[in-house]
């Protein structure tokens, strides 16, 4: 057997056994890291574009050095060493992520220009499957660094990836021109150098590009035959450094470069996790053969589901009672809710307090009482979000209460001049460039309406809370819950989504001391993504006497297992921080989810559930919304209910609010609007009043 059929079978081997070297690294628990590659065009494709930027994204500060010559293998690095040479370019990217390049550059300088987290080495491309290249010479070029960099650093070696196919670089006659072969050789030789140095850190860039390979992209990872393509096999390459940097999962990390398609980005980053998964062998990317569909708005299209039974526990048995459903039933829906969709939120903390900040008797002209309240999560108060609440002034005695969050800030519901804006720290926390105008969103909030009507109103701007981008998780909530030496959370902990829920059930602690208000009867409500955190914030927490969903959408009130408009999967790539990563298994498979969305509906009873849609927002499916309903019905009935009780969707501006499940869709698009509010204060007047 030859040496090139020798190197393929001993790789073999190492899968059959599933040894691997390349072991992610633990989180050092240093916001700044700083990573040395001596390398060539290989590392130049690897780290000199994205990684800092898909560090920053998630919060670590990633300092840069390339130590550059083309094609420059390992025997030459060596000698370089031996000689002190100033042959390389020194690329250097720093802690604000601006590169430099100096020329005539030694090693020993380079090595010493930092305090190194992290230093790799690698073969040049042609001698990289060529075992016997490494033995040569990398443990002379190991020692030589050792010398020079802290104790505490870790030592690396860069597994490079094959050739494209149809490659014509010279090299590639190595391996008989053959791509799978020539990837094989290098996983061999790079594991084999390892065991020989002791470098046990391996980062498997070879295996990320052939992963990504088997998926749409195919073999156009390149630009040449041989370097990376410029945008996402240079971007799968960096995000393999990241997941191996920072052991934390690249998947859902929200820097991509500009242009790169959701598709792409998915590609890349799946490749990238599933390599440091299993770095000595290909990862078949199966559900990425094809790039994902345009949105379905054809009925005939729907595929064929069967929805779980709200009234059939997993062990099989039937749930006839509400007393079993209360006891059983619901707290099993909500565990599979949180674990695989919404995530698990913390307690509300114990230090939380409540200031009135102001308080106007006299606001929109006499007609209500404004206030404005901190909910401080800390003691030291640093962590807080704001309450603005108006409160009808003919009124005797506590009043019912709707409440729910706002897009652009609490001063934008209103064109009340006593409204504060944001502190400058808070604006500059929210990213905002510039300052929303006063009232912007007013048309959205019929205040004087609602007063009139004897309802008190509160909202918090839902970017006080948490953000409503993707940060990493770094600012907002998500934090104040953080184990020591933690940096985002696990894949069954909170999102967005959850983080916005469990603030709305910390506000409705402060609402139970406020004597204006009867917390017996509070309506949580929301549009759009607000819609699907007021469901959550329903389901979770039974004080919240009603629940209203406005063009919830996918992850709100439509059926996931219809696939219709907005998917599983497109809120995922789209909106990567709004729902736990466990929900990330079920992109294109809705129907391996536990769960449907009628089950979240049916978590409010026996409560009133108000569901709306618009006939021009098909993205979120107003079928699938008036159907959660209709599948909520059995539930309800248990408690001697009525639900939605009628099979067809009502026409286009006709509500029907018969039972305690209420539905309606309205003309128009995704909005909230006057005739909205209208009917959902007949609803409360109905549920609240009567």
């Known amino acids: 057997m030859n040496k090139k059929l020798q190197c393929l079978a001993v790789v073999c081997l190492a899968w059959l056994i599933n040894f691997s070297v390349a072991v992610p690294m633990a989180a050092t628990g240093k916001d700044t890291l700083r990573v040395l590659a001596i390398g060539n065009s290989f590392s130049q494709d690897a780290v000199e574009q994205n990684l800092h930027e898909l560090g920053k994204s998630v ?50 300088r380079a090595l010493a220009d930092e305090p190194w987290d992290y230093v790799s080495m690698q073969q040049a491309s042609p001698l990289s499957g060529i075992y016997e290249s490494y033995a040569a010479s990398l443990p002379e070029l190991k020692d030589y660094v050792v010398q020079r960099i802290p104790k505490d650093a870790v030592l690396m070696l860069h597994q490079t990836w094959a050739y494209a196919a149809h490659s014509t670089h010279s090299g590639f006659k190595n391996y008989d021109s053959d791509q799978l072969r020539m990837y094989s050789c290098i996983v061999d030789a790079v594991k084999r150098a390892s065991e020989l140095t002791g470098i ?11 992963n990504a390979r088997t998926s749409y992209i195919g073999d156009h990872m390149d630009r040449d035959g041989y370097h990376l393509d410029l945008k996402i096999g240079r971007y799968t390459a960096a995000c393999t450094w990241l997941e191996a940097l920072t052991g934390q999962n690249v998947i859902g990390t929200p820097y991509a470069p500009k242009g790169m398609n959701y598709d792409d980005r998915e590609v890349a980053q799946t490749a990238a996790h599933a390599a440091i998964l299993r770095p000595d062998g290909v990862t078949d990317l199966v559900d990425l053969k094809q790039p994902a569909q345009r949105a379905n708005y054809d009925e005939a299209r729907v595929p064929v589901y069967t929805l779980p039974d709200a009234l059939t526990l997993q062990n099989g048995e039937k749930v006839s009672t509400a007393e079993l459903w209360m006891q059983k039933r619901r707290p099993e829906l909500l565990s599979l809710f949180t674990d695989e969709m919404f995530g698990k939120a913390p307690e509300h903390p114990r230090t939380m307090h409540f200031k009135l900040l102001s308080e106007d008797k006299s606001a929109l002209g006499g007609l209500a009482t404004r206030k404005e309240i901190n909910v401080y999560l800390t003691k030291d108060e640093q962590k807080y979000f704001t309450i603005l609440m108006y409160i009808p002034n003919r009124r005797t005695g506590a009043v019912p209460l709707f409440f729910g969050l706002n897009f652009k800030g609490n001063h934008t519901i209103s064109t009340d001049p006593g409204i504060s804006y944001p502190t400058p720290e808070k604006q500059q926390e929210f990213r905002w460039h510039s300052l929303p105008p006063r009232g912007v969103a007013a048309a959205r909030w019929p205040v004087e309406m609602l007063m009139e009507h004897g309802y008190a109103l509160a909202t918090i701007y839902r970017g006080d809370i948490d953000p409503d981008f993707d940060d990493g998780f770094r600012n907002g909530v998500h934090p104040l819950s953080y184990k020591n030496g933690q940096r985002r959370p696990a894949d069954d902990e909170w999102g967005t989504i959850a983080a916005w829920a469990w603030a709305m059930s910390c506000a409705m602690d402060y609402f139970q001391t406020d004597t204006d208000v009867d917390a017996s009867k509070v309506a949580v409500f929301g549009h759009s993504r607000h819609g699907k955190a007021a469901l959550w914030a329903g389901a979770v927490d039974q004080r919240f006497a009603m629940v209203i969903s406005n063009c919830s959408g996918c992850g709100g009130a439509a059926l996931s297992r219809r696939a219709f408009g907005e998917t599983v999967r497109a809120v995922n790539r789209q909106f990567t921080h709004w729902f736990c990563r466990n929900f990330w298994k079920y992109n294109d498979k809705e129907d391996l989810l536990p769960f449907d969305q009628h089950e979240l509906i049916a978590l409010m009873a026996p409560r009133p559930v108000y569901i709306a849609s618009a006939t021009e927002d098909r993205w979120a499916d107003p079928k699938g919304e008036f159907l959660s309903g209709v599948y909520a019905t059995p539930v309800y009935h248990l408690f001697g209910k009525q639900g939605l009780e009628i099979n067809q969707m009502p026409p286009a501006d006709t509500p029907w609010q018969d039972g305690c499940i209420a539905y309606h869709i309205r003309t128009g698009v995704h909005n909230i609007t006057v005739y909205d509010w209208e009917q959902y204060i007949k609803f409360a007047d109905k549920h609240f009043k009567e």
């Open 59 to 108: 919060g670590y500060t990633i300092i840069i050095g390339n130590m550059y010559i083309g094609g420059c293998p390992l025997d030459r690095h060596v000698r370089n060493a031996r000689n002190d040479a100033p042959a390389y370019v020194y690329c250097k990217i720093n802690a604000e992520g601006e590169k430099t390049k100096t020329d005539s550059v030694s090693l020993a």
């Open 200 to 210: 046990r850190k391996i980062i498997p860039t070879g295996t990320a590009i052939q």
